[in-house]
């Protein structure tokens, strides 16, 4: 039981996806898991990615971070295009390796349903891909509008739901708060 | 509107309220910023609490972090007691401090409403005491059970539900996923 991984969806259209498996990803350093996060459909690079400085596998007490953008930007304006599907295909093949060779003990992948839903990625095969990964691998997955087939799969899911949010307020996005 | 800081509440039954508050945690430090975590009713110490030797101020590219136990352990089995109150109160004097000089860009507070859902500290003196905080301080409120005032006052919620947890299967805590 304590070196098997499990399956975590944070889905939901609330704030607190992405930024619960970076608190996931912090903890599990923490505690000296190595850590991989792909990051579909964003390119743009978060504040937190900077960790990668931090906990680049040189201190023995903490693991170390990859933090990898997979995608080309989100579609919000646009329609997905040929370029898009290739980026989350090429980000997918990366994935799956990772996923079986079990060189990171936890895999975050950030907004993989975005790629889902949008057709980008079939769902078939990434939950074959999850099915078959390395036994003892975590593997935290985020992003609105999660496919039943991925909850069917997931041990734990929680749905965030938003109540309120400030960008309602025509607040911005927020270096070091929101990005 | 750029120094204005916003009031965020993670609430809710599901898996992610305290990791999302420590990823936001982590995204504010790698910008720069300095975050304090009080955490109400916890204590243990988490693995993420490690942290604090890597953020501790001397690296002018990140911000520095202070976390601290201002309770006595989570009330599984047990009713709350005249020392719960004290030490709630206690820990309440300090965040009260911190809230109005801004001496910390983030703060966070852990559990705060578990504190208040069981009556050891009093909303409406809290939510005083937030109304009237340095306005440049961000401040994230983690926890079941958020009162309706605290939601109210809140530029942000977000209802965390449980879709599914793996503690159902008998799953117990886990070092460096859980804790």
Chains 1, 2 share one sequence.
Not at 69 to 94: M, N, T, V, Y
Not at 98 to 104: F, N
């Amino acid at each position: 039981m304590e070196t098997k991984g499990y399956l975590h969806v944070y889905t939901g259209n609330g704030k607190g996806k992405t930024t619960a498996a970076f608190g996931l990803a912090l903890r599990a350093l923490c505690s000296g898991k190595d850590v991989y996060v792909g990051q579909f459909v964003k390119s743009m690079k978060y504040n937190e990615t900077k960790v990668e400085g931090l906990f680049d596998g040189t201190n023995p007490a903490f693991g170390r971070i990859r933090i990898e953008q997979l995608g080309r930007g989100c579609f919000i304006g646009r329609d997905p295009e040929p370029a898009d599907a290739e980026a989350a295909h090429k980000g997918w093949s990366r994935c799956a390796e990772l996923l079986r060779s079990g060189e990171y003990a936890v895999v975050i992948l950030d907004e993989l349903t975005i790629a889902l839903h949008f057709g980008l990625l079939s769902t078939a095969v990434v939950l074959d891909v999850l099915r078959n990964r390395h036994p003892a691998v975590e593997v935290v997955i985020t992003g609105r509008y999660a496919p039943q087939g991925l909850i069917d799969a997931a041990d734990l899911v929680t749905d965030m739901c938003e109540v309120k949010h400030y960008y309602r307020l025509g607040l911005l996005s927020r270096d070091g708060i929101d990005r």
